[in-house]
């Protein structure tokens, strides 16, 4: 039997006493700091449209947003609109997030804006995809690629965009593969500073383990992307058949998908309203850490899962990164590194002090690869290589 928690009924009065009398905690994020490279008239917030709607607009707007629909969260080489694409996680975790907030009394457009663009600068292929091309520019160049740092990048340097320093500060920070039972916001106050320790985690990927949000808002966002994909990866193993509910050991925050957002965002609640930070108690972090050792024991490391990723999809991502670089260097315009991808960054018309073409060839190479959706890298891949022995095989709809 599913077991949901529920707030304390101290805490639900606080709460509903608190909203009644316009009481609540002042800990949101006040938009009057709000910081941006180019003070501009244009992004300037007024009675209709706050400074992080300007944000999340231009997110949504951003090329590479429509992206989202086909890039892999964890399972990828199956035809099934019932598994969760990375569109969907990106709504998931400004859901989940935005209900913590509201709860919180923080600024919910900051949030919004941190969760939609979390994740727009991942490969394809998710983590795997990652990994690979972390591997392939660092051999090159001595530096890292990381997706969060890449959707940075997107939004700041591909599509110079004149985002927020607090909205920015919240991606790059957000890696939800680092769970904390409590999170305390870092104050950052300029662009500066935020370029010099981006700078750094190009150079030491140990570096971006020490990033930490600069406001409640981002850091509400980093543990909403766990309790996000935590049951939603089990029940997409699920649909798919490579697991059974039963699977997985009972715990404090549940075994189910429902059970675990309910639980945990109730528990961040009871346990972060009023104060200056978020915070589980020892009993639910700990059963969380549980539930993801398990969600990697059981479906990230699985067989079934990662069955065509080293042995196909890794050395496919080694040629087309040569063979576009190769491109590049040699200046072979017809290549779809100009036609598909400078050509289309250059159509947004941003003002830039250095044209884009100008870019470093291994970062436009990485900027490419990064930009594409799963079912574009492997036309590209059989475009430039119709000869390669290297297939990938999907599962459709009526597969075992």
């Not at 086909?70 to 569109?87: E, G, H, L, P």
Request: glycine fraction near 4%.
């Amino acid at each position: 039997m599913l077991q949901y928690e529920a707030l304390s009924e101290t805490t639900a009065k606080r709460i509903a006493e608190d909203t009644r009398q316009g009481t609540k905690p002042a800990v949101a994020f006040d938009e009057a700091d709000v910081v941006r490279r180019s003070n501009t008239e244009r992004d300037r917030a007024n009675v209709w449209r706050t400074a992080f709607i300007h944000d999340i607009d231009k997110i949504l707007h951003c090329p590479y947003y429509n992206r989202y629909a086909d890039k892999t969260q964890v399972f990828s080489f199956y035809r099934n609109d019932d598994i969760t694409r990375r569109a969907l996680h990106v709504q998931l975790v400004s859901r989940i997030a935005r209900t913590i907030g509201k709860a919180l009394g923080l600024n919910l457009d900051l949030i919004e804006a941190i969760a939609l663009g979390h994740d727009i600068g991942h490969t394809p292929f998710g983590h795997a995809g990652e990994k690979y091309l972390d591997e392939l520019y660092h051999a090159h160049t001595g530096r890292h690629f990381c997706h969060n740092l890449h959707s940075v990048r997107v939004l700041d340097g591909i599509y110079p965009y004149n985002i927020s320093l607090q909205t920015l500060s919240g991606i790059v920070s957000h890696d939800g593969e680092l769970e904390l039972a409590e999170y305390r916001p870092r104050p950052l106050s300029t662009f500066e500073e935020f370029d010099r320790t981006v700078e750094a985690c190009y150079r030491d990927k140990g570096a971006v383990r020490h990033l930490v949000p600069s406001t409640l808002e981002g850091c509400v966002m980093r543990i909403s992307d766990i309790i996000a994909y935590l049951g939603k990866d089990r029940q997409d193993a699920e649909r798919a058949g490579l697991i059974h509910g039963e699977d997985f050991s009972p715990c404090a925050i549940g075994k189910h998908n429902a059970e675990i957002i309910n639980n945990l965002i109730v528990n961040i609640i009871e346990n972060s309203y009023g104060h200056d930070y978020i915070k589980m108690d020892q009993r639910h972090f700990e059963a969380l850490v549980e539930a993801k050792r398990e969600n990697y024991e059981k479906i990230y490391l699985s067989d079934q899962v990662a069955r065509v990723f080293d042995p196909v999809i890794r050395p496919m991502m080694a040629e087309l990164y040569e063979r576009l670089l190769r491109d590049l260097e040699t200046h072979r315009l017809d290549s779809p590194i100009f036609t598909h991808h400078i050509a289309y960054v250059n159509r947004a018309h941003y003002e830039r002090t250095v044209p884009y073409d100008e870019t470093e060839p291994n970062q436009l190479v990485v900027d490419y690869i990064a930009s594409m959706t799963d079912d574009y890298f492997l036309d590209l891949h059989r475009h430039l290589f119709p000869n390669s022995t290297h297939t990938v095989t999907y599962y459709g709809y009526f597969d075992k």
